[in-house]
């Protein structure tokens, strides 16, 4: 037993050192009122503000044609690619819809009260702009191999997009920043936390302290990382088959639980909504007043959603279609579900069961407390979901990465096999590290590839909305018809 817990030790000190010399560089902050202020946050924002209104509110006027094109409404047979709209969103669908809307909720609510709610769903809402933007040019700019083997996301839309513009010099080095940062996010947002909640969750449900599994947190991320490998070994084709299944009954199952536990105390419905937007402008909430609350909101919506971080594109590049802003649209739906409806559901569970109050309680042993306040056994669905939605994420995270490291070392057979290899080494990390270590690092990763992505966006805006405006013209002139 001191063993395990030595080593459980030995790999969070080795790692915490990196992981606070990282988040101290990229969540640099400036005091407004005594709160701390992280510039990526703000960067992240004021993209999605930027596209919001550079390309009209697409997010709200073809909102509609979003959901045809994900049924199938507007597909070709011919089109290249590896996997349909569906299939595509899907993947994407299940790296952002993970355990930061169970437990980052969570945490936003702990840190930002009730009000985080709103400013979440704020955020998620200009997001759906920045997403569209990043999966149009990723599908754009895609690399489709003799075999039908497709690369893309903002490696390439920078290296090729900016040389097209002038900027090859600097494309490359954005590129190459870009597939760095991503590679740390697959290992940290997209691995090492998703297994850090799911083992806190089984210690949580077999015991706590007590349980035998308290004292051999690495077994469980050895468990997880043979289930993750198990299904990475076979590309994306592979992850996108068990995706479409997973993800719509993990959502499925998640809001029917949710709804629930919001239905069975109908009655408190209007004060939960009054307390989420009186504590979004109240400048006495928790956190430093409104801009705390705000700041707090936008962080954790911006981390569960990854609208701007430009990990999704990598996965809608994959996509069978010759018109890529057909992906762009079908993307946005993302922070959408992500974000406006499970992150709201996740929250309002916390609030209207009042488990928010709870003192010692965060991240995934908050929204626990707060299913079983309701009926005794919920926690067990929460479980479930938990588990879920973390191995529905490890396994798209990868591709990501994989993507990310065959652009900086090669594609081969064997060098996917290395990372693949390191990929799950890191399951078993988290597992044993502190949640605020993994949470801090997470970020740090996440955040530190918008850095270069919306970088990208900003100079390739001008040919992004000339492309929206000729697609939009062959659907509206009937150019490009709808299927019955």
């Known amino acids: 037993m001191e063993e395990t817990q030595s080593l459980d030790a030995a790999i969070n000190a080795f790692i915490s050192p990196v992981s606070d010399f990282i988040t101290s560089i990229i969540f640099?902050?400036?005091?407004?009122?005594?709160?701390?202020?992280?510039?990526?946050?703000?960067?992240l924002i004021t993209a999605g503000l930027f596209?919001?209104?550079?390309?009209?509110?697409?997010?709200?006027?073809?909102?509609?044609?979003?959901?045809?094109?994900?049924?199938?409404?507007?597909?070709?047979?011919?089109?290249k690619g590896e996997v349909n709209h569906f299939q595509a969103l899907a993947t994407a669908l299940s790296g952002t819809v993970g355990l930061?809307?169970?437990?980052?909720?969570?945490?936003?609510?702990?840190?930002?009260g009730p009000g985080a709610t709103f400013w979440m769903i704020v955020a998620g809402f200009f997001g759906m702009m920045t997403k569209f933007a990043e999966c149009t040019l990723g599908v754009k700019y895609r690399q489709v191999s003799a075999d039908g083997v497709v690369s893309g996301g903002p490696m390439y839309f920078l290296r090729d997009g900016l040389k097209a513009k002038g900027f090859p010099v600097l494309g490359k080095?954005?590129?190459?920043?870009?597939?760095?940062?991503?590679?740390?996010?697959?290992?940290?947002?997209g691995n090492m936390f998703q297994s850090n909640q799911v083992t806190a969750q089984l210690v949580a449900e077999t015991g706590g302290s007590a349980s035998w599994f308290y004292n051999n947190l690495w077994i469980v991320g050895v468990i997880l990382s043979l289930l993750v490998g198990s299904v990475i070994i076979g590309g994306i084709k592979?992850?996108?088959?068990?995706?479409?299944?997973?993800?719509?009954?993990?959502?499925?199952?998640?809001?029917a639980a949710c709804?629930?536990?919001?239905?069975?105390?109908?009655?408190?419905?209007?004060?939960?909504?009054?307390?989420?937007?009186?504590?979004a402008f109240n400048a006495e909430a928790m956190y430093g007043g409104v801009l705390g609350v705000l700041i707090t909101g936008f962080r954790r919506a911006s981390f569960s959603?990854?609208?701007?971080?430009?990990?999704?594109?990598?996965?809608?590049?994959?996509?069978?279609?010759?018109?890529?802003?057909?992906?762009?649209?079908?993307?946005?739906?993302?922070?959408?579900?992500?974000?406006?409806?499970?992150?709201t559901m996740t929250a309002v569970v916390i609030v209207i069961t009042g488990a928010y109050h709870e003192v010692g309680k965060d991240g995934i042993t908050l929204t626990s407390h707060a299913f079983a306040t309701t009926v005794s056994w919920f926690h067990y669905i929460l479980s479930i979901s938990v588990f879920l939605f973390a191995f529905a994420t490890m396994i798209s995270w990868s591709y990501y990465g994989l993507k990310s490291w065959g652009y900086l070392f090669g594609a081969g057979k064997v060098s996917e096999l290395i990372y693949k290899i390191i990929y799950c080494f890191f399951i078993v990390v988290?597992?044993?590290?502190?949640?605020?270590?993994?949470?801090?690092?997470?970020d740090a990763m996440i955040f530190s590839m918008s850095i270069f992505n919306i970088i990208g966006l900003y100079l390739l805006a001008g040919e992004l909305k000339q492309d929206m405006n000729q697609f939009l013209h062959k659907i509206d002139t009937g150019i490009i018809k709808k299927h019955n």
Request: proline content about 4%; overall charge negative; hydrophobic content about 50%.
């Open 28 to 43: 640099y902050s400036f005091s407004v009122s005594g709160v701390d202020v992280p510039l990526i946050v703000l960067w």
């Open 51 to 79: 596209f919001f209104f550079y390309l009209k509110a697409i997010n709200i006027t073809r909102l509609g044609l979003a959901i045809n094109i994900v049924r199938g409404k507007y597909d070709d047979p011919d089109s």
């Open 100 to 112: 930061g809307n169970i437990s980052g909720v969570a945490v936003a609510i702990s840190l930002g």
């Open 173 to 189: 080095v954005l590129a190459v920043l870009f597939a760095v940062m991503c590679i740390g996010g697959a290992l940290g947002g």
């Open 238 to 255: 592979s992850i996108a088959n068990v995706t479409e299944k997973v993800v719509p009954f993990m959502c499925a199952l998640y809001v």
């Open 259 to 279: 709804l629930y536990i919001i239905f069975a105390a109908w009655d408190k419905i209007p004060e939960t909504f009054m307390l989420i937007i009186n504590g």
């Open 305 to 343: 959603n990854e609208a701007g971080v430009g990990s999704a594109s990598i996965a809608h590049a994959a996509v069978k279609t010759k018109e890529p802003v057909t992906e762009g649209l079908v993307s946005l739906l993302e922070p959408f579900l992500d974000t406006i409806v499970i992150c």
């Open 430 to 442: 988290g597992s044993s590290m502190s949640l605020t270590k993994v949470v801090d690092f997470s």
